[in-house]
């Protein structure tokens, strides 16, 4: 028997990547600035999920909910 009560979406593409780098900035005390831009979702496919499939409700037919969007996120430490 086939399951109704949930539509499955065709497989997408979801990236997360990662971006750092370090900076010196006196070798002779060891101070260092370290940078990092990352990112989930990267090429923003957008996947549904709960679709209303009661044929008698007033959202039949309809995506209720889709997952997280793109996020990026910035982050950085200093060493001293």
Known sequence: MRDTTRCVDPAATIGTSR??????????????????????????????????????????GQVTFAFNPRVFQLGGKIYF
């Open 19 to 60: 971006c750092s780098r370090a900076f010196v900035s006196s070798e002779a005390r060891g101070g260092q600035l370290e940078t990092r831009v990352g990112s989930f979702n990267t090429w923003h496919h957008t996947k549904f999920d709960q679709v209303g499939n009661g044929p008698g409700s007033s959202n039949f």
